[in-house]
């Protein structure tokens, strides 16, 4: 039942790019091709499951009539059922049903805070959004976004719990009155990484216990601090950098430092707002040394695979050249020949551009890169005040780290814990720190948190933490602004207690815990205290007034530090001296997930779902290995073949019995059996293995081991992949050297791997081009311009006829709205492929999730979707970029090996196009999609009967079928999908409040897709048509002597934004009203020369329209050539 | 003479006409569950925990609409007034009235009213389905009174549903707005009469009400949509 298939002329020669999206189609199996042709996935239309099959064609006719014969007894639809409506019995002032308020907030984060607006519905909160009015203003990413649906987990903890069990709030508030009067207890605390300004006060004051000390610690928060000083930062400013150098700093994806606005705003050559004249020399150039993929170094110009404990050696050749070559003289020079001229040429850059530049060591890596990134920062000139690079002190000055914690506690020093740490170090705390052992010898420990995980159960006491839009705070961002967290709801369950007001308790003289709201009249002990702070920089009313309204007090800012290099960097620069990788010594690297980061996120539904943008693996980790290293292990063919043979069920090698074979990792002495996968663009010899999952397994898991843990994790984190945080050492916490790897033979693991799931094929999908002329014939950068619409079928392809008459029957135009036609551009030169706009648009529309086995069968509801290529140059050019025969043996030059292993990484995200002349419309039999006059392809839910039709009909896989009642029946309970009406329809108690009220909830046999956020169009309009309505009654002419032109109930420019380009960190997404033109920047963009329709030729006439991707490598690097060049083309 | 009927007819009357009553009182039963106004679309009229009259707060009172259902001109809901807002003149006018007892119980603390605090739960008239997303603040700030869709509100003793408010229903005025179209400022008046305001405003320069549904359409710029994601989304 395969689809038509699109027969694409031929591949003109001089398109070189070889391009793929997993490792099963660059083998190009005939299986994928299968998976390729097909409408749906295998499975993914079919009831194929066991249980599944219960429902045959030939029962479900007899359920059928039995329930058209019942119907007639009940009648109760055609009855109108008793509605009620319920108006608040005090109207509170502000609140407007149906409408949102958007209050400021903020979310405290490892590197400071992201400032949000809330959007709150009567006192609901159900969606954030980045502040842009905050100096600090940094975008949002998924974790940002996805932080809302935390408040309203099921899995959230709700209760005190007393050592693991469930315990009397009197109790507690005993045990806390207890120490709260004994001044002489010998009392810690451990805080987390975020900088709270009212808690670093109330650390004072906590010095009326005279015993108390003080700790901080995240799982993966590095060792910056070794090399800067304590409390010492450096922060970036990218809009100054012309130059950056990334030493495995993951500075756009998980390994934040900051605004990253600066920087994705000059990798547009337009400018921001597409304002300018192209101009390449505006451009930054990224170069980045690491050892596996990250979203950074997907941006790169430049990018150098390495082994992870080998960059100190890129880091010491450049200080070599550029500090002091004192400094590194016990690290051995470089020897590999691509290494040392990759080197030169980057040094050159930099030394050409001192005082401009940045260069960043990543959290991951060992204290002597960052002694080394400090002394070539400081060597270049680029920190200071109006530099690139500014130094502060945080207020996180004098905490302890946990190895000092565990040895006061071994020590007696201490024998009362407060851990306030988002983290959970009897989980995450390196394995042979045996952090649990010391925890045991505590009197009492209160853990506060969100989660009931390993540490809840081990603490003597265990309190709900109140999300952070349920508590007073407060926070300082990157550059020290101060921000405020602001409540927008009491805590949903009444033990919820913030950080707060869980010291404020231990602070009073009785030890009173008073949580969420006082007694009548007074206000929350947590507000007061953020008042008291804040009254110190800022007194009056006025001033608390406009904290509230902006979230942040301007000119509030860090004081300046000068750093300098540390005594202890020869000591650190000798440790970090390690042997490379081999075979038989492999190297593990630790990695912060893109989903659950350390581990905190493992119960966030949106957040497991949504495909790691790397290896696209969802639900799960698994040892990410380089293709060449799988196969001197042994285990490629294993990976490839298990993609197809085991999986003879459904002949694509996807789906639910798509399986990743085990490997067992020996490392430290310890062992981990774990799912394994091909990794393009990976170090070889290393295996990354990404952190935070693991945490409980239940009986239905799928590794066959007997339950642990499950009380730890909720129904969503439960059963999720594999748990690496044992294999930590104290020494090396972030990579493991001497590791062997080995495969354990018919043991597989089952993974949702959603690379292949909606796989467009076409010519030129993603487009780049390149600054530079590479002697390939495709000309300088502007010839390369001129270029971009006519790239693939584009070049040679027809003019495109409308395949549907754009009018109506009589010459009236079918799309003909004078005020607004909408329209939109994705920039994927600053699009990097993170999931903020696929988490923003899931909280905006109401997208469930559907579970890891509804993934594996390709039924994911994302209405984008993230597609991730990796595309390389395989073949050697001639000057007229033709390929080169070798004469003997007749076959064509490849490139060198290390350009073919260092493949380009190239996301797009895709969602629907709204095309002008849509495929979707015309098959639908009941016109449930139909357009709109204002140029939107729309969804009519209530007519859908879901045929799929348009779906198969969608050139760009952009529509989703609800197969099941996902909306209702949560998927995660096993089998409940299959139950029918008799399924769990409830979970929780809370999941419905986080719902937008303007979106319609969809309902199984519905076919949804992107609408360009209608419901934010249809009330930005309605807006303007009351606002001219007010304006001409404020004239006081009556209203038949009204003017009402176009110009009046059009919208302000750029008014309304989407709700992925309102999150998205990189403002990669521009929205707008084609009809603005040029004083838009949709307008703008769409006028550019990099501005392309997807698919162009089988003219649909998208009104989504691509800017293709701009490189800007440095001509002087030897892999300048193949840079800039890596067009996606699918056939 | 012959037996004509067999003896097995002798009960058949009886039994016709048990049959006819039962399937008579099964239609009355069905007539009265299904088709009277309870359980009509227009013409549904259920009774309110309080039998608040729009007759003597409009028409005799000469409330405004807003006064009680005060967002449905800036928001796309007409909210129902909360407590509240009865209590501002309820606490000092009609105090003993046993109609307005639940509104007592609710607001007046010296009660000790076990539902004290409470919010007094209306019987829901106009329901639109849950996937159809009507803006009331669109609609009368481009001339369409609550009248077109609610009927004589003022006149209404209890609530009840006046039109049908199918989607059939909102296209013929989509597709035909200068029927109902009215000047801004008689959006609220119940008592607007199209005839009278163009004899009291010669200088419209319009004679029927036809040509003063047209001007106020071009004069408003008013092109309602048909499009489904006007209201479904």
Same mark, same amino acid.
């Given at each position: 039942m395969s689809k038509r298939i699109w027969h694409h002329p031929e591949v003109p020669a001089d398109e070189t790019t070889v391009a793929w999206r997993s490792a099963g189609q660059l083998e190009d199996t005939p299986e994928f091709r299968q998976w390729l042709e097909r409408e749906f996935p295998q499975g993914a239309a079919e009831m194929t499951d066991e249980t599944e099959a219960e429902t045959s064609r030939r029962s479900f006719l007899k359920l059928m009539g039995a329930s058209t014969a019942l119907a007639g007894f009940g009648m109760a639809a055609c009855r109108r059922p008793e509605k009620h409506l319920v108006p608040y019995s005090q109207a509170p002032e502000w609140v407007i049903p149906g409408k949102a308020t958007y209050y400021a907030s903020a979310m405290p984060r490892p590197h400071g805070v992201t400032p949000l607006v809330v959007t709150s519905f009567e006192g609901r909160p159900t969606k954030v959004a980045p502040n842009r009015l905050h100096p600090d203003a940094e975008g949002t990413d998924a974790f940002a976004q996805a932080s809302i649906l935390d408040l309203y987990s099921p899995s959230r903890s709700k209760a005190i719990l007393g050592s693991g069990k469930p315990a009397k709030r009197s109790d507690l508030e005993k045990a806390l009155a207890e120490i709260a009067k004994n001044k002489f207890a010998k009392i810690g605390f451990l805080f987390g990484a975020d900088d709270s300004p009212t808690r670093n006060r109330l650390r004072g004051e906590l010095k009326k216990f005279t015993n108390a000390r003080f700790y901080q610690y995240e799982a993966l928060i590095g060792e910056a601090a070794k090399a800067l000083g304590d409390g010492v930062k450096l922060i970036p400013d990218f809009s100054k950098a012309d130059r950056i150098v990334s030493l495995d700093c993951d500075f756009v994806g998980t390994d934040l430092v900051g605004p990253v606005q600066g920087f994705f705003e000059r990798r547009k050559p337009e400018g921001k707002g597409y304002a300018n004249a192209p101009d390449e020399t505006t451009m930054n150039r990224l170069y980045c040394v690491e050892a596996a993929y990250t979203l950074t170094g997907g941006m790169a110009d430049h990018r150098l695979r390495i082994a992870a404990s080998q960059v100190v050696k890129i880091a010491a050749q450049i200080a070599r050249r550029l500090a002091s070559p004192e400094l590194v003289k016990d690290l051995e020079v470089l020897k590999d020949d691509h290494q040392i001229k990759w080197v030169q040429g980057l040094v050159a850059d930099l030394e050409a551009n001192r005082g401009k530049s940045i260069v960043l060591a990543g959290s991951r890596q060992p204290a002597a890169v960052h002694h080394l990134a400090l002394a070539i920062n400081l060597a270049l000139g680029n920190i200071g005040e109006g530099k690139p690079l500014t130094a502060v002190t945080t207020g996180n000055t004098g905490l302890g780290t946990i190895s000092d914690l565990k040895a006061a506690i071994d020590a007696k020093e201490i024998d009362t814990l407060v851990l306030l740490t988002p983290s959970n170090p009897l989980y995450?705390?390196?394995?042979?720190?045996?952090f649990a052992t010391s925890f045991k010898k505590l009197k009492t420990s209160i853990h506060l948190g969100q989660r009931t995980d390993a540490t809840a159960h081990a603490a003597t006491w265990h309190i709900p933490a109140a999300h952070y839009l349920e508590s007073w705070s407060d926070a300082r961002s990157t550059s020290g602004i101060h921000t405020v967290v602001q409540p927008m709801i009491l805590p949903l369950y009444d033990d919820c207690v913030s950080e707060l007001e869980l010291l404020l308790a231990l602070l009073s003289d009785e030890g009173k815990l008073i949580n969420g709201e006082s007694e009548e009249g007074a206000p929350s002990p947590a507000y007061t205290a953020v008042r008291e702070t804040f009254a110190a920089i800022a007194d009056g009313e006025a001033a608390w007034k406009n904290l509230l309204r902006e979230g942040f007090h301007a000119g509030s800012k860090y004081e300046p530090a000068a750093p300098k290099l540390a005594g202890t960097v020869s000591a650190d620069i000798a440790a970090a001296v390690v042997a490379e990788p081999t075979k038989d010594s492999l190297e593990v690297i630790f990695a912060t997930d893109s989903s659950v980061y350390d581990g905190r996120w493992i119960d966030n539904g949106w957040l497991q779902e949504s495909p790691d943008p790397i290896s696209k693996l969802s639900w799960d980790n698994a040892a990410l290995i380089a293709p060449k290293t799988a196969k001197a292990l042994g285990i490629y063919d294993e990976i490839i073949a298990t993609e197809n043979k085991r999986a003879l069920g459904s002949p694509d090698g996807e789906g639910e019995n798509r399986k990743s074979p085990l490997i067992k990792v020996k490392v430290n002495g310890k062992t981990l059996e774990i799912a394994a996968l091909i990794s393009f663009g990976q170090a070889e010899n290393t295996i990354v293995i990404p952190l935070g999952y693991g945490q409980g397994y239940n009986e239905e898991n799928q590794l066959g081991i007997n339950p642990i843990n499950a009380s730890h994790v909720g129904l969503v984190g439960v059963n999720r992949g594999f748990n690496a945080y044992p294999l930590r050492t104290a020494k090396t916490p972030y990579l493991a050297t001497g590791a062997t790897a080995s495969l354990l033979k018919k043991r597989a693991y089952p993974v949702a791997l959603v690379q292949e799931h909606g796989s467009m094929y076409g010519r030129a999908l993603a487009r780049e081009i390149s600054t530079i002329e590479s002697k390939d014939h495709k000309g300088d950068f502007q010839a390369q311009l001129a270029k971009v619409k006519y790239q693939g079928n584009d070049s040679h392809a027809p003019k495109n006829i409308y395949?549907?008459?754009?009018?109506?029957r009589d010459g009236?135009?079918?799309?003909?709205?004078?005020l607004h036609q909408w329209g939109m551009s994705i920039d994927l030169s600053s699009c990097m492929g993170c999931n903020a706009c696929l988490v923003a648009c899931q909280a905006e529309n109401n997208i469930p999730i559907v579970g890891k086995e509804q993934v594996a069968k390709g039924r994911e509801m994302h209405w984008i979707r993230m597609d991730r290529y990796f595309a390389t140059q395989e073949y050697a050019l001639d000057s007229h970029g033709n390929k080169i025969k070798d004469e003997k043996t007749g076959e064509y030059q490849k490139n060198p090996e290390w350009v073919r292993d260092n493949p380009a990484f190239v996301p797009q995200p895709v969602a629907c196009v709204h095309c002008e002349s849509a495929p979707c419309e015309v098959v639908c039999p009941v016109n449930a999609t139909v357009h709109t006059p204002d140029g939107l392809n729309s969804m009519a839910y209530n007519r859908c009967i879901g045929t799929r039709y348009c779906a198969n009909n969608c050139p760009y896989k952009a529509r989703r079928c609800n197969c099941f009642d996902y909306n209702k029946r949560n998927p995660l309970i096993a089998h409940n999908l299959n139950k029918g009406p008799l399924g769990e329809t409830k979970v929780g108690d809370a999941p419905h409040l986080q719902r937008n009220p303007n979106v319609t909830v969809r309902m199984r046999g519905v076919m949804e897709k992107c609408t360009y956020c209608v419901q934010r169009l249809k009330d930005a309009v309605i807006r303007q048509k009351r606002g001219q309505k007010q304006e001409a009654l404020i004239a006081g002419k009556p209203s038949t002597e009204m003017e009402v032109t176009t110009a009046t109930l059009r919208i302000p420019v750029d008014s309304v934004k989407t709700a992925c380009q309102d999150a998205c960190p990189a403002e990669a997404i521009t929205f707008g009203n084609l009809l603005d033109k040029e004083k838009s920047a949709l307008g703008r963009s769409k006028e550019i020369a990099r501005n392309y329709d997807l698919l162009n030729y089988i003219g649909t006439r998208p009104r989504t329209s691509y800017l293709a991707r701009v490189k800007n490598p440095n001509k002087d690097m030897p892999d300048a050539p193949y840079?800039?060049?890596?067009t996606v083309h699918m056939v | 003479m012959a037996n004509i009927f067999p003896r097995w007819t002798n009960l058949l009357p009886l039994k016709i006409a048990v049959c006819a009553g039962t399937a008579a009182g099964g239609a009355a039963l069905a007539l009265a569950y299904y088709a009277t106004p309870k359980a009509q679309v227009v013409g549904y009229q259920p009774a309110q925990p309080i039998p608040f009259s729009h007759k003597i707060h409009v028409d005799q009172l000469g409330l405004d609409c807003r006064y009680c259902h005060s967002f449905v001109d800036v928001a796309g809901h007409s909210n129902v007034p909360g407590n509240n807002t009865c209590w501002n003149c309820h606490q000092h006018v009609q105090r003993e009235s046993p109609k307005l007892q639940p509104l007592r119980d609710r607001? *007046?603390?010296?009660?000790?009213?076990? *539902?004290?605090g409470k919010p007094i739960e209306w019987v829901r008239v106009h329901k639109a389905p849950d996937y159809v997303y009507f803006n009331h603040s669109a609609h009368v700030n481009r001339g369409i009174s609550c009248q077109s869709c609610h009927g004589d509100v003022d006149q209404m003793e209890v609530v009840y549903q006046a039109e049908s408010h199918s989607m059939g229903w909102c296209l013929e005025c989509h597709r035909a707005p200068e029927n109902h179209l009215r000047p801004l400022e008689e959006v609220y008046n119940f008592n607007y009469d199209a005839e009278t305001y163009i004899s009291n405003n010669p200088q419209l320069g319009v004679k029927t009400t036809e040509e003063l549904g047209l001007k106020l359409k071009e004069q408003f710029n008013v092109k309602p949509k048909e499009a489904c994601a006007t209201c479904h989304h």
């Open positions: 995450d705390a390196p394995a042979d720190l045996d395949l549907y008459k754009p009018e109506d009236q135009p079918l799309i003909n709205d004078l840079v800039g060049k890596a | 607001m *007046d603390a010296t009660l000790k009213h076990p *539902d004290f």
